[in-house]
């Protein structure tokens, strides 16, 4: 076993459900390893509660977050985010970006791995496999920098970029899922993703005792690489939309593990659950059209400013999420590339200042605008709260709620909305860049809102190299913070209970917010 | 051979009665805001690739034009598949249906038993029963069978640990389990059916009382017992039929509250999540399959009325 570091990478974890689009990213040491293949005593039954069905068993379809846990049981990824951040070896042994730039990447294969198929995990199946992500993905735009995926030899890859991509590593993990390595027999029939498992992960899908959006049974994988990793004899993963319901589950021990929310968490403490939980999300609202196509105000960044400066972060982030909530104006959160501790309060709750700033950009009396919101993770009430601090400066708004995620995407593209109401996992720089600071067109900048300042900032910090890195992001991030692009409003905790007699391994911690179901939550 | 006429005669009405829900269906839904494609491309979709989940999902088409080719498949037998897990619809309706016909079935059955119990209990004892029925009418339709879902959860679920708090089990894989599994879902579903059915049979059974045929059993010396038994509650019984039916109907809407506290994979459950989801055709599915389901129990009611009035057989 070689153990080679090659760089600091970052990795990234996108949590997206119905209404808060969530993410982490890190920063961490990729080393080269492998685990040894041991005999894996396997527990009995661990049931985990999904809020909802998953989007799709397919990896590249699957949304990132809220459908890992179905995903990762039977894809094994290239990395691995280890509990405590760190990216472990998975499918490939070694890794790293090679010469400057951030713009080649090689990954060396684990020999003798087979897909739950019996196929073997080759290196053309590993490229294949990642073209194919990064083609057909629903995370597309965070590989758009990648320019081809090659099997350079019978067990490494290349990967490499038109323009740099210093976040590749952080792609290839369990969490990121682009990763996943799909079997050619799956790449073949895509269609038949969404139904069957075609990964070479420890545990497949056991179709005769799944009903699709109600419950997902997984059994061990009698071939996998590493059986040390299997700690359950079969994992269930079953769908409970009514977050009361879900808690009760896992109180009379039905279920073992779930995610909740703020308002729950002391029920479950006082029931004898255990609660873990970190910093995943931020909320507020975005203010994209900046260049006042549909709202004339908003072009101005005295307005942008005024709009910050009124509202009151710390009590609106109590009330909505008490303890698992904290005030910011960034979009990152703590541990991540482009998080600055002093951009956490650039706009302090200054209502007259405010008022001043819109007196000066020509609007005394405030104005009027078009907001969007969705409904669910807490959005819809905060965007509520913003705007009634708003509403005290002068600036008045009529507010369109939406209920389902296509709707708010729909509706976020339309261009009619110069605000949108917004949840969105936190992520390096770089990714936060593809969504909310290049000038294209998405969801979070659907008016291509172009800065070349910024956008030289950005690609900066993208070629750079790792010890340098850090600290363009948070130069990046200051810049956009200042020209007050959104009014974000609070960062929040992810918060996981479950039953801490039964299970062990159950880590949420700043560095992998998201519990590793597939390897390390066993039986305790 | 009338009853087989009856019965072919209101099937084959029933259906422009399905054509004309799933049209309806089908133009609500494509009126609700959003957008399949938009859901499944993505938040960091391109425009060429949300174009091109457009196009595969044939959403470019003309509205008439989306509903004619489902309702050629449809009459086909093809009722598609999931726009989002890619299962064939009448698959997932088929492992739907048992779970909410158990629901459906049970609590109407616990309510019509139940109910008409207490109604008769209530209209030959009169008094206190009278308000006790009333009472619990009130109680019945006031109490949201979501609310009294999870107050019935807290108590015998996670207090007692009496009964399961989610999930179904199969009778083919444990009928205990299956019945144990059906309690608490059942009971919420009946609260409210069983006590509309008890004021009801209350009322019909006094109101057949106060009939002059009874009045001359009564006056030639019939038991009480024969005249309640073979005569009072036969004729009672066509209006408590008539509940019934309803109740049936109105238990298939109360199972999307009930499945989604219990998290049991019914028909309610399915739906729900399609409509968030805007997966058209299983939601156009599922609808079919409810509209089904509302004709036969309609027909079932018919067949009742059949069986105990005469009149109605020969009309």
């Not at chain 1, 729909?410 to 261009?415: E, T």
């Not at chain 2, 829900?21 to 133009?27: E, N, Q, R």
């Not at chain 2, 609310?147 to 999930?167: N, Q």
């Not at chain 2, 609808?287 to 089904?292: A, E, M, Q, S, W």
Request: hydrophobic content about 45%; charged content about 15%.
């Amino acid at each position: 076993m070689s153990k080679k570091c090659k760089r600091q990478v970052s990795g990234t974890v996108l949590l997206r459900g119905l209404a808060v689009a969530a993410s982490v990213a890190l920063t961490a040491t990729g080393c080269s390893g492998s685990s040894t293949g041991d005999s894996g005593a396997a527990g009995g039954t661990l049931t985990v509660v999904s809020a909802s069905p998953p989007a799709s068993l397919d990896p590249t379809k699957a949304n990132v977050g809220s459908d890992n846990w179905f995903v990762n049981l039977t894809y094994d990824t290239l990395l691995r985010l280890g509990p405590n951040g760190q990216l472990e070896p998975d499918l490939a042994t070694t890794w790293g970006y090679v010469g400057t730039g951030n713009k080649v990447f090689d990954l060396t294969i684990r020999p003798g791995v087979t897909f739950s198929d019996g196929s073997p995990v080759t290196a053309q199946a590993v490229a294949a496999s990642l073209n194919y992500a990064r083609r057909n993905g629903l995370n597309v735009s965070w590989t758009s920098a990648v320019s081809s995926v090659t099997a350079t030899g019978p067990d490494t890859v290349q990967i490499q970029c038109a323009t740099p991509n210093p976040d590749l590593p952080g792609l290839l993990d369990q969490v990121s899922l682009v990763g996943s390595v799909i079997s050619p027999a799956g790449l073949a029939d895509p269609s038949k993703m969404g139904t069957a498992s075609y990964g070479a992960g420890p545990y497949v899908l056991d179709a005769a005792k799944t009903v699709a959006g109600d419950h997902y049974t997984y059994s061990p994988n009698p071939d996998y690489w590493d059986k040390s990793r299997i700690h359950w004899k079969q994992v269930v993963i079953k769908i409970v939309s009514n977050p009361d319901s879900a808690l009760q589950a896992v109180q009379t021990g039905e279920a073992d593990a779930l995610s909740i929310g703020p308002s729950q968490a002391a029920t479950a403490v006082s029931d004898g659950l255990t609660v873990k939980y970190a910093p995943v999300a931020f909320v507020g609202v975005n203010l994209v059209d900046r260049d006042g196509a549909v709202s004339k105000p908003l072009a101005s960044l005295k307005v942008r400013q005024a709009l910050n400066y009124a509202v009151d972060r710390t009590a609106i982030a109590k009330a909505l999420f008490q303890q698992y909530g904290a005030p910011t104006d960034e979009i990152s959160i703590p541990g991540q590339l482009g998080y600055a501790p002093d951009d956490d309060n650039q706009y302090p709750y200054d209502p007259a200042k405010a008022k001043q700033l819109l007196a000066e950009a020509g609007y005394p009396n405030g104005f009027s605008m078009n907001v969007e919101t969705q409904q669910g993770g807490g959005i819809d009430l905060l965007t509520q709260a913003v705007l009634q601090d708003w509403k005290q400066i002068g600036v008045t708004t009529n507010v369109t709620t939406d209920t389902t995620i296509g709707q708010w995407l729909s509706n976020a593209v339309s261009r009619k909305f110069p605000a949108l109401g917004f949840g969105y996992g936190a992520a390096p720089a770089y990714l936060l860049s593809l969504d909310w600071m290049l000038p294209h067109a998405t969801a979070f900048n659907p008016f291509a809102t172009s800065d070349p300042a910024l956008t030289s900032l950005l690609a900066q910090a993208a070629a750079a190299p790792a010890a340098q890195q850090p600290a363009l992001d948070q130069d990046a991030m200051r810049y956009v913070v200042g020209q007050a692009w959104f009014v974000s409003v609070a960062r929040l905790d992810g918060i996981y209970a479950y039953s801490g007699n039964k299970l062990t391994g159950f880590d949420v911690s700043q560095g992998n917010l998201l519990p590793d179901i597939a390897w390390t939550i066993a039986p305790k | 051979m009338a009853v087989f006429r009856m019965v072919l005669r209101r099937l084959l009405s029933s259906i422009p009665l399905l054509f004309a829900v799933s049209a309806l269906t089908f133009v609500l839904v494509s009126l609700v805001p959003g957008d399949p494609a938009r859901t499944i491309a993505g938040e960091h979709a391109t425009v060429a690739q949300y174009t091109a989940v457009r196009l595969q999902m044939g959403l470019n088409q003309s509205l008439p034009l989306q509903y004619w080719h489902w309702l050629v498949q449809a009459v086909h037998g093809n009722l598609g598949s999931s726009l989002f897990s890619g299962e064939p619809v009448t698959q997932l309706l088929s492992n739907r249906l048992p779970v909410s016909l158990s629901l459906i079935i049970s609590g109407t059955a616990v309510s019509g038993v139940l109910g008409v119990a207490l109604g008769l209990f209530s209209a030959r004892r009169g008094g206190f029963m009278v308000k006790a029925v009333d009472g619990l009418s009130l109680f019945g339709l006031g109490v949201p069978p979501f609310w009294l879902a999870l107050v019935l959860v807290e108590v015998f679920a996670v207090k007692l640990r009496w009964f399961p708090a989610i999930g179904y089990v199969s009778p083919a894989t444990d009928p205990a389990q299956w019945a144990r599994s059906l309690v608490l879902p059942v009971v919420s579903l009946s609260l409210g059916a069983s006590a509309i059915i008890a004021k009801q049979t209350r009322d019909s059974v006094l109101d057949t009382f106060n009939k002059d045929f009874i009045r001359v059993m009564q006056a030639n010396g019939f038991s009480q017992r024969s005249i309640l038994y073979r005569h009072v509650l036969k004729n009672a019984a066509i209006p408590v039929v008539t509940i019934l039916g309803v109740v049936f109907v109105s238990l298939l809407a109360a199972t999307v509250f009930v499945e989604t506290v219990f998290a049991m994979p019914g028909l309610g459950l399915l739906i729900q999540q399609a409509t968030l989801q805007h997966d058209i055709p299983v939601i156009q599915g599922a609808v079919l399959y409810i509209t089904l389901l509302v004709v036969l129990a309609n027909l079932l009611v018919d067949l009742a009325y059949g069986l105990l009035d005469p009149r109605v057989r020969a009309a």
